[in-house]
């Protein structure tokens, strides 16, 4: 079982916009370390705060095959995106079971704060682009799910609805 819980589309937590970090003190490294303890045994390759039910600008992210090159992003901007887009295959730990296409960016740079403060800018393309992407939407309250058609969106939410239901029967069911 992951250390935090992961929140399950369609949370209406998983809406909410996060804040800046004040300060990278000693409460955000213990934050930083749990999540990465729960992405990776969730075997996610990101993981952002909100998706936690913690509402502040913290993302980890892990693309490397041996899940060894933890990457932790504070208060990310980004500060350029690529004019060229890439359709790719994504899925979500809030959504687990759904792989859908979504188009961004092919490359992008992100300034951010790493777990010591420091300012660093990263450059990134390929699935690590599509990952920094993906957890900064997370951050503005916005699940990949809400590029997709309506109808498709409908139904990955009944889905997840009914799969809810199924695992907290009401009380004195059979
Ligand atoms: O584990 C994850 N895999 C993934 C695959 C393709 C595009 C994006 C992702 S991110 C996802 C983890 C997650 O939900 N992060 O918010
Ligand atoms: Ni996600």
Redesign the pocket.
């Known amino acids: 079982m992951p250390l935090l819980t992961i929140l399950k589309y369609p949370d209406p937590r998983l809406q909410r916009v996060a804040s800046p970090v004040q300060a990278v003190d000693a409460r955000v490294r213990t934050l930083v370390a749990d999540m990465l303890q729960t992405m990776y045994e969730a ?6 705060a909100t ?1 936690v039910d913690v509402h502040e600008r913290v993302i980890v992210i892990d693309v490397s095959e041996d899940r060894s090159q933890p990457l932790v992003l504070i208060n990310p901007e980004l500060v350029w995106a690529s004019p060229e887009r890439q359709r ?7 959504v687990p079971g759904i792989y859908d296409g979504v188009e961004r960016a092919t490359a992008v740079r992100v300034l951010a704060l790493n777990e010591h403060g420091q300012s660093r800018e990263e450059a990134a393309e390929g ?1 690590l682009a ?2 920094i992407q ?2 900064m939407d ?1 951050l503005l309250g916005k699940v ?1 799910v809400e590029y997709l058609s309506p109808l498709k969106r409908n139904r990955i939410k009944t889905k997840m609805l009914k799969r809810r239901e199924d695992a907290a029967p009401a009380r004195g069911a059979a």
Do not use: M
């Open positions: 075997q996610g390759i990101g993981l952002a998706q790719s295959d994504e899925g979500c730990l809030s699935l599509v990952c993906h957890e997370h990949f």
